[in-house]
């Protein structure tokens, strides 16, 4: 065969790789769930659909609010050991005692534990930077009280996964015109409109860079496009400036639907190593059947919206899917989860 014939030849192969690659089942993997009680229909339905999930603990108390953390840490641990390791655990720790001398020691010796207990990661919350507050102010995520928390985190090698500030609705009056007026009619407490005492959302942001920046061998997945899920330009800025900042999208795959898809295209494809997928799916009080549904509808829907360019179905609108590149769609749905956290499928 001649060269020239060789080449001829190379455009069918590639095709005919590229269809074989799609076709290529693989696993899974959802990076960010709330899952703290055993339901083995829920537990079974995963396995057929071959997903794996990450449940995260999240201490969310302010003031003097009760805790349920403890129940959530037990819970997890314990749905981690039922699935055989199908569902990993993040643990979290409660940043209220933040001024307290014992502060540092007893947070991570309680890391600690859960770690033993097989937890891969441990979230912080909003409520650093909108909530918690101490004698000196608001708590913010480059406190030093939290430097050697972080620290320990990443001695142990696991994950800090940041849910830090809220979209920019946030620090929107909570009318029609806010695009996140869903949650903040249901959750007022969390808008921060009129409320100028409150550190500002660029202040937060900036707050939690400088922690990025002082803990650079930590490995940090911001949640919900690290806060930045309108501004992609600056989010990309971020993940240039920051090597060990990458972004979950839960919960934010609309922003990706209604933005521009082009745009949205260029984004996933220059950061296709640092965006990992996940939903944000609650397990609630509903019944097994309905917790399925809750969680399989996202994963279907979402897999086909970046996998394909078929015509969906988005809110009684119709939409294209981004049809993204086998390879990019692998690293979104599973292979960044492997690298960012370390792991995630190990066996319970
Ligand atoms: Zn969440």
Not at 103 to 116: E, H, L, M, S, Y
Request: charge should be neutral.
């Amino acid at each position: 065969m001649t060269r020239r014939q060789l080449l001829a030849y190379i455009p069918a192969a590639a095709a005919l790789r590229s269809s074989r690659a799609a076709d290529v089942p693989f696993e899974h993997i959802d990076t960010h769930t709330h899952i703290h009680r055993i339901v083995p229909e829920l537990f079974a339905a995963l396995e057929k659909d071959q997903w794996r999930c990450l449940s995260i603990c999240v201490s969310r108390a302010i003031g003097d609010q009760a805790s349920d953390l403890d129940e959530q840490i037990r819970g997890s641990a314990e749905v981690h050991r039922a699935t055989k390791g199908r569902i990993a655990w993040a643990t979290a720790f409660d940043a209220r005692g933040f001024e307290d001398r014992d502060f540092a020691p007893r947070t991570i010796a309680a890391i600690q534990k859960a770690f033993d207990e097989g937890a891969i990661g441990v979230k912080i919350w909003k409520n650093i930077g909108m909530g918690i507050r101490g004698k000196s102010g608001y708590l913010l995520p480059d406190n030093a009280a939290l430097s050697p928390v972080f620290d320990a985190i990443q001695k142990a090698d696991k994950t800090l996964i940041a849910h830090i500030a809220e979209p920019d609705g946030a620090w929107m009056p909570i009318d029609k015109n806010n695009p996140e007026f869903g949650y903040y009619s249901q959750h007022p407490e969390w808008n921060m409109h009129n409320r100028p005492e409150m550190p500002r959302k660029d202040a937060i942001l900036e707050a939690r860079d400088r922690m990025l920046a002082r803990h650079p061998k930590l490995r940090v997945v911001g949640c919900h496009l690290g806060s930045d899920e309108e501004h992609w330009d600056r989010l990309a800025k971020r993940l240039d400036t920051y090597p060990n900042f990458a972004v979950d999208m839960a919960a934010r795959v609309r922003y990706f639907v209604r933005g521009d898809h082009e745009h949205a295209r260029r984004f996933l494809t220059k950061y296709q190593d640092r965006v990992l997928y996940g939903t944000d799916f609650v397990l609630g009080s509903e019944d097994a059947a309905a917790a399925v549904h809750d969680i399989e509808r996202p994963h279907n829907w979402d897999r086909q919206f970046f996998a394909t360019k078929d015509t969906l179905t988005f809110r009684n609108s119709q939409t294209q899917g981004l049809g993204l590149p086998d390879s990019v769609v692998r690293k979104i749905f599973r292979e960044n989860a492997l690298r960012w956290l370390p792991g995630i499928t190990a066996a319970a």
